[in-house]
């Protein structure tokens, strides 16, 4: 299986920051990759597909770049409503992996 | 609108079976892939199974291989997920998941149902 590790675990930011989000494969997954948001008691919510397309419906300071085996999920001026927990998830395969996750938390 | 909807959740004691249902509304289900993906409490997202839109292709996880069968229903617009020899690791939100065609990432979700083991 592929594994897909997510650094940090935690970030703490303010409103108005950038943050980057990263994510590792253990082996190339070319440009397969999504990142969702998942907020407390919900669904999880589709970002970014394809490592770097946005979503219809996903507010533009949400970015993702990368292939092969390293990729970022970027938010580039956080808003109130980004604090949650994102996930990137691989599709190179037909099975599936995710991240553990990265918990964004209000600093 | 494209919708999920799951069903079937509940308490169940170890070794049991318990089958969950998706219907989905507002797209051609037949031509899209879809998957179960799960979450245990304070866990993080795990997938379990994942299906073709023909359902002539399966996938499972390794956790639950041999134990979850996938199946879908084209005619009724419903996916399945058959679970027997259920373990208390097995609990857990069960989300249903729509592919974009036979891209496996996940473009729309359920709202997730719930399932726990125990005795």
């Known amino acids: 299986d592929i594994q897909m590790t997510q650094s940090p675990s935690t970030l703490s930011a303010s409103v108005g920051d950038r943050v980057t989000i990263t994510c590792r494969a253990s082996q190339s997954i070319s440009s397969w990759l999504a990142w969702y948001q998942q907020k407390p008691g919900k669904a999880p919510k589709l970002l970014i597909y394809k490592a770097s397309s946005l979503e219809s419906g996903v507010p533009s300071r949400f970015s993702g770049s990368g292939s092969g085996t390293e990729f970022t999920l970027t938010i580039s001026s956080l808003q109130p409503d980004d604090f949650a927990t994102y996930y990137c998830q691989q599709y190179n395969s037909y099975w599936i992996t995710f991240g553990q996750g990265t918990r964004l938390e209000i600093k | 609108e494209v919708q999920l909807v799951e069903s079937g959740g509940g308490l169940v004691q170890p070794g049991g079976s318990l089958r969950l249902s998706c219907a989905a509304s507002g797209f051609t289900f037949s031509s899209y892939a879809m998957s179960w993906v799960r979450q245990a409490p304070g866990k993080g997202l795990e997938w379990v199974s994942a299906?073709?839109?023909?359902?002539?292709?399966?996938y499972y996880a390794d956790s639950v291989k041999g134990r979850f069968t996938i199946s879908r229903d084209n005619s009724k617009n419903t996916l399945y997920l058959q679970m027997n020899s259920l373990r208390a690791e097995d609990t857990a939100v069960y989300y249903c998941?729509?592919?974009?065609?036979?891209?496996?990432?996940?473009?729309?979700w359920g709202k997730g149902t719930t399932v726990t083991v125990s005795s």
């Open positions: 998941a729509k592919s974009w065609f036979d891209y496996y990432y996940m473009d729309v």
């Open positions: 299906i073709s839109g023909s359902g002539g292709s399966t």
